[in-house]
């Protein structure tokens, strides 16, 4: 009798693990969150060794804001600036959107960075957006429009040049940073996408892209892990079981939706990273397509060690000092330095 009721017991606790295995399972496969946390996880712990590295190039003689909140009652919206000590008054300025697949990543990730830009002679904005998946497309679009509009309002206080002024990204940040650029420039697309753009397009002098995303469904052909990551980063900032076949990846895809009038890019990638090929040589050549001056810096394809995803933070290899000096010469150019 004892030994029926010891079965029964494991028998009982045996359907009890399954269901609940089974029921984790599911969750996993039908939200976006526990992939979206292990991504985040994995990219921000990549993330803190690249800032402590970066430090070690961090210049002298950089005044910095944090924490300005650029949307009323909005606690994701916030920025910092960076400008040369003693700065009075409005410099050229380069707005950077932070990588991060969406849904990682903060406006303090390349700190360091963004004192070199400013140490060139620059004021340096760098913006935070809601990530997914508590926030979902558009979101992040209509928060950094707003943050661009902030910044003419506020141009005198923050030393900001309104009328010369170049967006920056990276990865995902090179993607809003696009897409961002085709809404000042297109009054059609702005439309589509409900936003009035915060800065005017005579503003807007350039654009630094490195190792971004332009073809939102090229992510899709990606297989193994990094398909799977793809995937995971598009179901958390698109949303929804049928995030594949969303009109919202057509819309966000600059490859498609860039017209003549895109100002003049600045764009890189690394020879290590599958994005390089995949996505920005192809933006690039579309971008010349159109007739838009484009400024390339792209790698031998035999370069070894590989330059990864985000090489150019890494300002131990020569290829990063030079994507920098690069953009730098760039932003000088675009705003008549």
Not at 45 to 62: F, Q, T, Y
Not at 112 to 123: D, I, R, S, V, W
Not at 127 to 152: E, F, I, K, M
Not at 230 to 250: C, E, I
Request: charged residues 15%; contains cysteine.
């Amino acid at each position: 009798m004892t030994h029926r009721r010891t079965r029964a017991r494991l028998g009982t606790a045996a359907v009890v693990i399954a269901a609940v295995t089974a029921a984790a399972i599911s969750a996993w496969k039908l939200s976006p969150w526990p992939s979206a946390l292990f991504v985040r996880y994995v990219f921000e712990k990549d993330g803190a060794r690249v800032l402590k590295a970066l430090e070690a190039h961090a210049p002298g003689g950089i005044d910095r804001t944090t924490g300005i909140r650029y949307r009323p009652h909005d606690e994701h919206a916030l920025l910092d600036v960076y400008r040369p000590s003693g700065a009075s008054a409005g410099l050229p300025t380069v707005v950077w959107t932070h990588g991060g697949a969406w849904i990682s990543g903060g406006r303090a990730n390349a700190a360091p960075y963004f004192e070199l830009l400013a140490a060139a002679g620059f004021t340096v904005v760098s913006l935070d957006y809601s990530r997914g998946p508590a926030s979902r497309y558009p979101t992040a679009v209509h928060q950094l429009n707003d943050a661009h509009a902030y910044l003419v309002a506020h141009a005198d206080e923050l030393r900001i040049d309104p009328d010369r002024i170049v967006l920056a990204g990276d990865s995902a940040g090179a993607q809003l940073s696009s897409q961002l650029a085709t809404a000042i420039t297109d009054p059609a697309y702005a439309a589509e996408l409900g936003i009035r753009p915060g800065l005017a397009a005579h503003q807007l002098r350039g654009v630094i892209l490195h190792c971004g995303i332009y073809n939102m469904k090229g992510l899709l052909t990606a297989t193994g892990i990094v398909g799977w990551g793809n995937r995971t980063a598009l179901h958390a900032y698109v949303g929804g079981p049928r995030f594949a076949s969303s009109p919202s990846l057509l819309q966000m895809s600059m490859m498609h939706r860039a017209t003549a009038a895109f100002p003049p890019t600045f764009i890189s990638g690394g020879n290590g990273d599958p994005l390089t090929d995949a996505q920005s040589k192809p933006f690039a050549d579309r971008l010349e397509s159109l007739g838009v001056d484009v400024t390339r810096l792209f790698w031998p394809a035999d370069l070894a060690p590989p330059l990864p995803h985000e090489y150019q933070f890494d300002l131990d290899r020569p290829e990063g000092l030079a994507a920098l000096r690069a953009a730098i010469d760039f932003v000088w150019h675009q705003t008549g330095g």
